[in-house]
Structures are given as structure tokens and as C-alpha cells.
């Protein structure tokens, strides 16, 4: 840690230039710094875009079951694989606690799905530099999403809406939606994004032997 002060200190410094030219050199160095933070606000703004497709995009499918399908009616896809049906699932993702006390269950949902939220987007947001990377961003801005989607029907309805299902004979996955694939990709690329450095020094170690 002090190697690394002591490098980011004498980054700081102007050797070899005359005092006339030290004006000049922290001008730049000060109008170089607004990059960085102009391009971070890009990057929020992005994050935030998608986030706000994800759930418009969860929204609209949603409502579009509502009022286009019956309770338990379905639609097939793809003959003996994938079917679309209209479920409404009290508990958490792909089924997850749809049996236990309502009362209960809500306040336990609702306050996980407001605490993801929270943290999500106070990641997002924040300057660390462990949230700066792009698969960390698009998985962040992926799960803020898809908890949105969810969390406003949780408040607002009670249930949340599930409509698609992958099946093959007797067997069949629990129905889910776009929120819930949106939660899904995203820890998947946080997953990608949290063992890349650890396999690249993998291979680095492997080639120095």
C-alpha cells in the first residue's frame, strides 16, 4: 500500500519542467481529471437505461398476460419444450417461498427486495473501483431491474407474474419472467466478472513455469 502512495504521489509531481510551465502542467492535469468523471457519469447513465428498459420491458409483458391470458392458460412455443402460461407466484423467484405464512412472506420479500435495491444501486453509483469494470456495471444494472419489476408488483398486487415455462415431458421448470431472467444474467456476468482476473493470474503463474 505505501509503494503504491508513493507511486500515485510521484504521478502527482512535474520533474523536468520549468516553474513558468507548472501553471500549464496542472491546468491540463486538472482538465485531464474531467474525463474520468464525465466518462463515469456516461457509464451511470447507461446502467441506469438499461435498468429502466428491463423494466418497462417486464412490465409490458406482464400486463399483456394479464389481460390477454386466464389463470393457468397456456400458450405453446415450442411443442414439448417451451410454453407460455399464466402464473401468479406469491413467493420470491422461480417459485422460492410460495408456501408459508402471506404475511410474513411479504415483509420478508419486500424488505430483501428493497435491501438489494439499495445496495445495487448505491453500487452503481459509488466510485470504488471494484463496480468500475463493464461486466460489473451491465450485471448491476441487469439485477437493479429485474428487483424493480418484481418489488412493484410484491407492493402493488401481492404476486408477482409468471409466464414462462421450460418443460420436457413430466418434468418442468418453475415458471418465471423477465425480471427474474434479467436477476439471473446478471449474476451470471458478475460470476464471469469476479473469476476473470483470478484466471488470467492463473495462466500468468501457469506460463512463468
Excluded at 428498459?53 to 393457468?72: E, F, Q
Excluded at 415455462?165 to 423477465?178: C, K, L, R
Aim: hydrophobic letters at 45%.
Amino acid at each position: 500500500m505505501r509503494t503504491l502512495l508513493e507511486i500515485h504521489n510521484g504521478r502527482g509531481q512535474q520533474p523536468g519542467f520549468p516553474n513558468g510551465m507548472c501553471g500549464m502542467c496542472v491546468g491540463s492535469a486538472g482538465i485531464s481529471e474531467l474525463v474520468p468523471s464525465s466518462q463515469n457519469a456516461n457509464h451511470r447513465i447507461t446502467a441506469a437505461g438499461l435498468a429502466l428498459l428491463i423494466v418497462l420491458a417486464d412490465r409490458v409483458t406482464k400486463l399483456l398476460i394479464l389481460h390477454s391470458m386466464r389463470s393457468y392458460e397456456t400458450i405453446s412455443v415450442i411443442p414439448g419444450w417451451l410454453r407460455i402460461v399464466h402464473a401468479e407466484n406469491p413467493g420470491a423467484a422461480f417459485g422460492v417461498l410460495a408456501e408459508g405464512n402471506p404475511i410474513l412472506r411479504s415483509i420478508v420479500l419486500i424488505g430483501i427486495s428493497g435491501a438489494v435495491l439499495v445496495f445495487v444501486a448505491s453500487a452503481l453509483w459509488t466510485r470504488n473501483g471494484a463496480f468500475r469494470s463493464t461486466g460489473t456495471r451491465f450485471g448491476l444494472a441487469f439485477i437493479l431491474g429485474g428487483a424493480f419489476g418484481n418489488l412493484y408488483d410484491r407492493i402493488f398486487r401481492g404476486t408477482v407474474t409468471d409466464f414462462i415455462e421450460v418443460y420436457h415431458g413430466v418434468w418442468s421448470f418453475p415458471a418465471f419472467n423477465v425480471a427474474d431472467s434479467a436477476i439471473t444474467i446478471g449474476a451470471v456476468l458478475l460470476l464471469f466478472d469476479l473469476l476473470k482476473p483470478r484466471s488470467k493470474s492463473i495462466k500468468e503463474g501457469l506460463a512463468h513455469k
